[in-house]
């Protein structure tokens, strides 16, 4: 039994799809979710193994919904009403979609495959997707408490790594990640981001002092009130990255 989340931001597309579902068997819809934000929580609660999944939505997109979640992730059938970006770019990459209105043949066609794809193929398909997102356009999902939020990157003021966690930052609150900072490395724009240590990734926007210290270390100031220690050989590159204009640069005494 194949168990199903339906996520589409107007229900008559929902009731469509279950009402098409309903002819396909092994099939079990769990939930339905109306934006990506509600979508990404209800993935990570449930864990589906098939999400069928709208591209546009308010707020939220379904690729970047894709984009944010954590591994291993569902395998995934985009809807949509014809996007020829998302359409190119999945067939280049070999991820199903299906055009809406949805046809129960092709439907029919897109479960099959599902059911014999190997798990290992469908996750590097919906990575080669989602890597060709422009990059200032990926979101995180960030835990605080027992929930969980989806966060813009230019929501966030930094990253740090604390005893074990990984908290991203933003001007208000403090979440926790299922990343490593290795792992942000590889999914954070880096024209805008930058490691200042082993310990933290800064967004440049958000430095608003560099003060050098003996040793060739320095601190940030940052916007929140917030400082940070820029380890010794970062420190040239994070200057040289930030033109040595952007914030006021001054010897500690």
């Known amino acids: 039994m194949i168990r199903v989340l339906l ?3 107007e229900q008559p597309a929902r009731e469509r799809l279950r009402e098409l579902l309903r002819a396909i068997p092994d099939l079990e819809v769990v939930e339905e979710a109306a934006d990506g934000e509600e979508a990404t929580q209800k993935i990570v609660e449930l864990r589906p193994e098939l999400v069928l999944l709208d591209i546009q939505m308010p707020g939220i997109s379904g690729l970047e919904v894709v984009s944010c979640l954590p591994h291993p992730r569902p395998k995934v059938i985009f809807c949509t009403a014809f996007d020829q970006y998302a359409v190119d770019a999945f067939e280049l990459h070999a991820v199903d979609y299906l055009l809406k209105p949805v046809n129960r043949i092709r439907l029919a066609h ?3 495959r599902i ?3 190997d798990p290992i193929k469908a996750e590097a398909n ?5 890597r060709a997102m422009p990059l200032a356009n990926r979101r995180l999902l960030a835990r605080c408490g027992d929930r969980y939020r989806v966060v813009p990157q230019r929501e966030i003021v930094y990253f740090s790594s604390e005893e074990g966690l990984t908290r991203l930052h933003t001007r208000d609150r403090e979440y926790v990640l299922d990343l490593t ?3 942000l490395e590889e999914r954070l724009d880096t024209a ?3 490691r200042i240590s082993r310990a933290a990734i800064v967004n440049l926007d958000s430095i608003i002092e ?5 040793g060739g270390t320095a601190d940030l100031a940052l916007t929140t009130g917030a400082a940070l220690e820029v ?4 420190l040239r590159d994070l200057l040289e990255r930030m033109g040595g204009a952007t914030p006021e640069v001054r010897p500690e005494v």
């Open 231 to 234: 380890s010794r050989r970062r």
């Open 115 to 117: 059911r014999q794809e």
């Open 110 to 112: 897109a479960i099959e």
């Open 181 to 183: 900072l290795n792992d």
């Open 192 to 194: 805008v981001f930058f």
């Open 126 to 130: 919906l990575n080669r997707v989602t």
């Open 210 to 214: 560099v003060r050098p210290l003996i």
């Open 7 to 9: 996520v589409d931001d």
